[in-house]
């Protein structure tokens, strides 16, 4: 518990951002369909709740055939992120046996493995999903499982693979095979710890992919119709011809549920990577010493310069002069 | 040049690849499609019959490996059939009709991102911790959205309540009709201004990160310091010696990204009604229109091989270590 | 011996939110015209710090905490009187850059642009201070690769297609292209075997003596700087310990630390003998310790070691007159040491 909580304190703001906004959705997730007010398929008969207008009776308002949006809404965010973290685990547990397996054991596993990975990389997923899914007759939460992630795993593979090539020549790693550790050992104990980071990084990034890919494969028509996606909310609408008859909270509301839970996939993301590269974080950026902005391609500042008050009109008035080094008298005040 | 030809060979090595599990999916699908197919479509010709069988599997039409290989005769010669939905339209057909609507939106727009995107992103990068940098958070909320979701939205707001811009098509059809005057063009290009503003809006943000980070990463290295240090101008240091180099790992990017942009825009091109191949694979799929749906990935996947291997050779041209690395194998 | 470089006092920090880490710690050291003055000092001893501190090539967040380096070059002053490189604008510092104070990296690779040609390279340098016209500067550049010996077909090279000796002479040779008075050079020979190594030492050599540039020569390696130099700094945690001619140091040095880099490699000459390393290891610069620093791991400490000021006194040994070898141990005096004048 205690080295959970050093790790968040040591995330970068825009990580911990991204983690409080994911977790709102998780917690969505958990308890919406509990505390939804409606069955989100129970079609209200009722022509004055046909496509109505957000009422206190129903939060969200009601689609075409009368199903209040909100109990879709939270239902949808269940069904969705279930599937999308399902398919970042599977999918990352791929990648990383994959990537950590080919690096280490190099020569002509890795060349097949990689070829594997970079055919996978390169050829569209959507078009192959869509094709796939076109074909079976039902189409239901476990093709679009089994499909998303074997077409997630090549992207982490490649990333694991190139980090692993790196530790795996750090001398730490030889000297524990020279001692004889076993390989699976040296992967377990040794390998994996120091890439931690990066395999988180990439199963937000998969889990992304994942929400994304099976959004837009609902919104096509390619899954079970009868589930309550935000995916399929969206498909509804879009086939209802939600947006033309100017029903704002039947598509905006799901559509946004999307953005949302992507951006704090994405801050999550930024957020991962600015912990293993400390230097990307943009607070590394501009220093401010002695409360004046310094540019990391500025000339090394001089404590003397920066506390100068004086100087400073003189210095920025010098700035516009040209390169006059012959004529000029120093300006700045007086040196400790 | 070693290093393009050992990229060709891979291009052809997942173009067969991508053939293949054309092949072979349906005919691993629980179910006989042909049959679904044809109790469908009743008035299909023996000969479609024959056709499709020899596609999908099902039948008697040989082994497994002669159908296999007349398979590949028909892709090679670009010979997919006769289209179902439209019967007896042919499926070449169809895909000429919409690939140059698709490929000029997606093609220019993606440019135009990438472009814009790496622009700012150097400038990010350059100022590492200025108001252009922070403002990424923001930008990346737009990364997130999905791109048919903007799509609705902008089509709502911009089409709908504002009137400033069509809602959807790709040119004015009560007006006038596809062909090289004026007014065609016009309105082409005015239907095609909201997906374009689509795609550039939802990928800038994420062409700017990369690049922006690819700087920060590059500034740090020792022939940017010795640069600054010999005194060069600073428009100099950014562009020949930051940004040229921080290029490359940008390009190998945007590579492998043109799948997601490609497929992204497929489904926006959906919600204007859009006549490029995003709309024909909606229908195909609706409809079970096989021959097509087989026939539009098999295009969509070569188009972003070739594009990938473009990208191939403007790395090439941009990285004399590329050609020489192959050079002294 | 008019001095050209004259640095005083310099402090050179690393603020780091867990507080400043002091990489150079109030520093003296004067660079004469056309004289080699030999910087050396363990990794983390701060000579490269002090070097790229001196020419504000620092990134953050390495921040300039204190004293002056004053430049008394003939081409360019300051209304007549030498100019501080701590107080000059950006722009001012673009011109004095490179040309007058050039800088040889340690490892040419890294400091050569990958994707540019040695031509373009070498022409940035020329271009960015002479401003020729394009005829002159092409002459200039081929004229340059002639000075450190490397063929004109070169010119069109990357990088990556030359040799690692090629690399540093290309270095060396962009270094030279505006006629520099100093040259500062970062361990340029560290990454090459030992029959390059020499090649490229008597290139510099031969340079120096043509041209009459003033060298500051960074290395850990004190061998090197016993042939080379004029004049040897000795550098340890941020703060200078001795300094003097090579002569007077070879013969008879005057900090144990000093003694200790000398005992630890062998001499070709004389009888066999064992060799000594210096235990421990260099202190962390955050919370420097109160006087000498290499007092932990020094064989003459005392208690009273804490309290040095490390200021450098004058050292007069059997073979050096006072005013030129300095050392901050007040402890170790010439009575006291000699007993241990190495062989």
Known sequence: MRTLAGIWRNLPLKAK??????????????????????????????????????????????????????????????????????????????????????????????????????????????????????????????????????????????????????????????????????????????????????IAASFVNTVLYAIGTSVALAFVGLTDLNSWSLGTILYWAQSQQALQLGAWWWFVPPGLAVALIGTSLVLLNVGIDELGNPRLRASRGAAKVAGRRVWATDPTP??????????????????????????????????? | MPFIVRRLAFYLVAAWVAITANFFIPRAMPGNPVESVVAKYPNLTPDAIKALELMLGGGQQGSLWSQYVTYLGHVFTFNFGADIANFPTPVSSLLAQTIPWTLTLVGVATVIAFAAGTGLGILAGWRHGGWLDRSLPGLMFLQAVPYFFLALVLVDVVG??????????????????????????????????????????????????????????TIGEDYVVAA?????????????????????????????????????????????????????????????????????????????????????????????????????? | MSPILEISDLSVAYRTPAGDVRAVEQVSLTLNAGEVVGLCGESGSGKSTLAYGATRLLRPPALITGGSVRYHGRRITHGGAPADILTLSRRELHALRWREIAIVFQSAMNALNPVLRVRNQLLDAVQAHLRLPGDEARDKVAGLLDLVGIPRDRLRSYPHELSGGMRQRVMIAMALASDPEVVIMDEPTTALDVVVQRDILAQIVELKE????????????????????????????????????????????????????????????????????IPGSPPDLRDPLPGCPFAPRCAHAVPACGAVDMTLEPWSGPASAPAEHLTACPIVTPEASRKEVLS
């Open chain 1, 17 to 198: 951002a991204g983690a409080v906004l994911f977790g709102v959705f998780a917690l969505a997730a958990i308890i919406g369909p509990e505390v939804a007010p409606y069955d989100p398929s129970y079609a209200n008969p009722d022509p004055s709740l046909l496509m109505a207008r957000p009422s206190a009776q129903h939060l969200l308002g009601t689609t075409q055939t009368g199903q209040d949006v909100l109990s879709q809404l939270l239902v949808g965010i269940r069904l969705t992120i279930e599937l999308a973290l399902l398919v970042g685990i599977i999918a990352t547990a791929l990648s990383v046996a994959v990537g950590v397996t080919s690096a280490f054991l190099g020569g002509v596993w890795d060349e097949i493995l990689s070829l594997v990975s970079n055919v996978f990389l390169v050829i569209p997923a959507l078009p192959l999903l869509i094709l796939v899914l076109g074909y079976l007759p039902q189409k239901g939460q476990l093709p679009t499982i089994i499909v998303l992630s074997v077409l997630g795993w090549p992207w982490g593979a490649r990333v694991i693979r190139a980090q692993t090539l790196m530790v795996r020549s750090r001398d730490f790693i030889a000297a524990s095979r020279e001692s004889g550790e076993k390989a699976w050992r040296i992967i377990a104990f040794e390998i994996i710890p120091n890439e931690v980071s990066l």
């Open chain 1, 302 to 336: 001089v404590l003397a310069q920066l506390t100068a008050g004086r100087g400073r009109l003189a210095a920025f008035a010098r700035s516009f002069s040209r390169s006059s080094l012959i004529d000029e008298t120093p300006a700045g005040g007086e040196l400790r």
């Open chain 2, 160 to 217: 709908v309540e504002l009137h400033w811009l069509p809602t959807g098509q790709g040119y004015n059809g009560a007006a006038t009709q596809p062909g090289w005057d004026w007014a065609f063009i016009a309105s082409a290009v005015q239907h095609a201004v909201l997906p374009a503003f689509t795609i550039v809006i939802t990928s800038v943000a994420g062409w700017m990160l990369q690049m922006r980070n690819v700087m920060i990463t």
């Open chain 2, 228 to 329: 600054q240090a010999k005194g060069l101008p600073s428009r100099r240091v950014i562009y020949t010696y930051a940004a040229r180099n921080a290029l490359l790992p940008q390009l190998q990017g945007f590579g492998l990204a043109l799948g997601f942009v490609v497929s992204g825009a497929l489904v926006m091109e959906i919600v204007f009604a859009y006549p490029g191949i995003g709309l024909l694979l909606l229908n195909a799929v609706s409809s079970d229109d096989y021959p097509l749906m087989q026939a539009i990935f098999l295009v969509i996947t070569f188009t972003v091989l070739v594009a990938n291997l473009i990208v191939d050779m403007v790395i090439v041209f941009f990285d004399p270590r590329v050609r020489a690395r192959e050079a002294t194998r």
């Open chain 3, 210 to 277: 043509t041209l009459g540039f003033a060298i500051c020569f960074i290395t850990h390696d004190l061998s090197l700087l016993l042939e080379l130099a004029d004049r040897i700094a000795v550098m340890y945690a941020g703060r200078l310990l001795e300094t003097g001619s090579s002569q007077a140091i070879m013969r008879d040095p005057a900090h144990p630390y000093t003694r200790g880099l000398l005992n630890s490699f062998p001499s070709l000459h004389g009888p066999r003998r064992e060799l000594v390393g």
